[in-house]
């Protein structure tokens, strides 16, 4: 009994701090923009979901069918970001230590952080369903909304999904290799290839519950339609490459859930409370003993004293305080310089080889396969390099040092800037000579206005919300959509940049850097 309440006392608590942060405002407020994106009107420019050119009547079973797929889909890769920040923030006030000095035990922490995790998306799925009827009614297709086939697919298709989304950002933030940037990148590669196609292509491990809706919907709209060919299927963002969306809607009535069925979706809550017992196990209690590394062996050293000659005297030294040979130079030529060395600082030898590779592969490769694999890939790279610019300072203490430089507001924004310019340009070599090469002069302004509003993005996040997680996001989601998918009008390597487009993302990244030296300003 003691042990439930300590467990729920630890979401609640969890919960009324995050639900009171500003953030959480700003996230209802995109959770609504979405119910309205979920559901287009026809001869719309893009489709959510569609059949061969076919798709329900946006009714209350439909439209809590469609939004709660595309929650299961997109949230569980924002959820997922938005929720990973529970164990971290006890790390950083410190209340950690405290807890672990408690009767608390670790399954019941591990617990609770999901459960609270869990009650984030919770609202979000709620609030969701409540724009979907909302939706409903402004559509007008069908303006009788009935509750249980509006709310049903949401308590039985998105919940289960994001009980192991809770789940599973407790367990990244408590694996040492996964707590920081790098979870973020495991995460989306996880979703990508793993989540996101998991009911599309026919798995039988379902997480999303694709398989469970579809079939009903493919099979009225056989019978409205006969011989229409129901494997052209379409589920997310799809933009028509001219024109707009023509679709023919049928009339479908939801799914006919079984307790077979029922059971089958809930099941994954039970997957959710394994990964809370296998991450409790890993849990380390917040556990900050330092352990003892042994000092590298090395070729030219001292023989180390044996037993018997006992421990070497300790020799005290007189400190002495001498001047600096030269003074400090605190030009953007330095500081740019200092920032590559730091943003280069500690990257593993792999990560080289695998750009130079890439780089080299740009440059002998065909040029469609470099503009469609190589050169998103290589702009990818680089994402845990740019994702500290803006918020160093904050993320390691150093912001009074900082403050006290000269030009402590605009230089050091611009050497960052420049630094992660340089990175860009770098990664891009290869398709910069081969555009330059062949005179494609819109492909080089495009990429050369893409490197210049990629730092600038990372700089402005950074600033404003003192941490590396926002951008690695925001970056994830737009390279996603961009150089990967080719949305239009987001590609910012340069491949199918226009002139429009290419002074859009330079106008982006003066708008950029003015955010950022605004917010460092006020700071």
Request: hydrophobic share 55%.
């Amino acid at each position: 009994m003691k042990s439930a309440r300590a467990l729920l006392e630890i979401a609640r608590a969890d919960v009324l701090e995050r639900t009171r942060r500003p953030g959480y405002l700003i996230i209802l407020g995109v959770t609504l923009y979405a119910a309205y994106i979920f559901l287009p009107p026809n001869h719309a420019p893009y489709a959510t979901l569609q059949f061969g050119n076919h798709r329900g009547v946006y009714n209350s079973a439909w439209v809590g069918s469609q939004v709660s797929l595309l929650a299961s889909i997109f949230l569980s890769l924002v959820g997922f970001y938005l929720v990973k920040n529970a164990v971290s923030g006890d790390r950083r006030s410190r209340v950690g230590p405290i807890l672990a000095g408690t009767p608390l035990t670790r399954l019941d922490y591990v617990l609770g952080k999901a459960l609270a995790n869990l009650a984030i998306l919770t609202s979000i799925v709620a609030l969701l369903a409540v724009g979907a009827a909302v939706m409903q009614w402004v559509r007008g297709e069908d303006t009788h909304i009935a509750p249980l086939p509006l709310v049903i697919p949401f308590v039985l298709g998105t919940l289960p999904v994001m009980s192991v989304v809770a789940a599973v950002a407790v367990l990244f933030e408590v694996v040492p290799g996964l707590r920081g940037g790098g979870g973020n990148v495991a995460w989306f590669i996880v979703w990508s290839f793993g989540l996101a196609q998991s009911g599309l292509r026919g798995a039988s491990i379902d997480l999303l519950g694709v398989t469970f809706m579809t079939p009903s919907m493919i099979a009225a709209c056989q019978r409205a339609f006969p011989g229409v060919d129901t494997t052209q299927m379409s589920l997310g963002l799809t933009f028509k490459s001219s024109g707009v969306w023509n679709l023919t809607t049928y009339r479908w009535e939801g799914v006919e859930w079984t307790g077979a069925m029922a059971a089958a979706r809930l099941a994954w809550l039970l997957v959710a409370f394994a990964i809370c017992l296998m991450t409790a196990w890993i849990f380390d209690r917040f556990d900050t003993a330092e352990v003892a590394v042994k000092p590298p062996r090395r070729w030219l050293s001292w023989p180390r004293p044996s037993a018997a000659q006992g421990p070497a005297p300790l020799a005290l030294a007189t400190p002495r305080l001498t001047t600096l040979a030269t003074p400090l130079d605190f030009g953007l030529r330095s500081m740019t310089l200092a920032e590559l060395r730091l943003m280069l600082r500690g990257i593993s030898f792999f990560w080289f080889l695998i750009t130079a590779g890439l780089v080299l592969a740009s440059l002998l490769a065909p040029l469609p396969a470099v503009n469609r694999g190589i050169l998103p890939a290589l702009w990818i790279l680089p994402l845990l390099i740019w994702s500290p610019l803006g918020n160093r300072d904050a993320v390691h203490g150093v912001e009074v040092l900082m403050r006290s430089a000269p030009s402590p507001v605009v230089r050091p924004l611009l050497a960052q800037w420049l630094a992660g310019f340089m990175i860009a340009i770098a990664v891009s070599l290869g398709a910069l000579l081969r555009w330059s090469a062949a005179g494609d002069l819109g492909a080089v302004l495009g990429l050369l206005a893409g490197a210049a509003f990629v730092p600038a993005l990372a700089v402005a996040l950074g600033a404003w919300s003192r941490s590396s997680k926002f951008f690695e996001v925001v970056y994830l989601l737009l390279w996603y959509a961009g150089p990967l998918n080719r949305a239009p009008g987001l590609d910012f390597t340069g491949a199918t940049a226009g002139a429009l487009a290419t002074s859009i993302w330079a106008s982006l990244a003066i708008l950029c850097m003015a955010a950022a030296i605004v917010a460092r300003r006020r700071s």
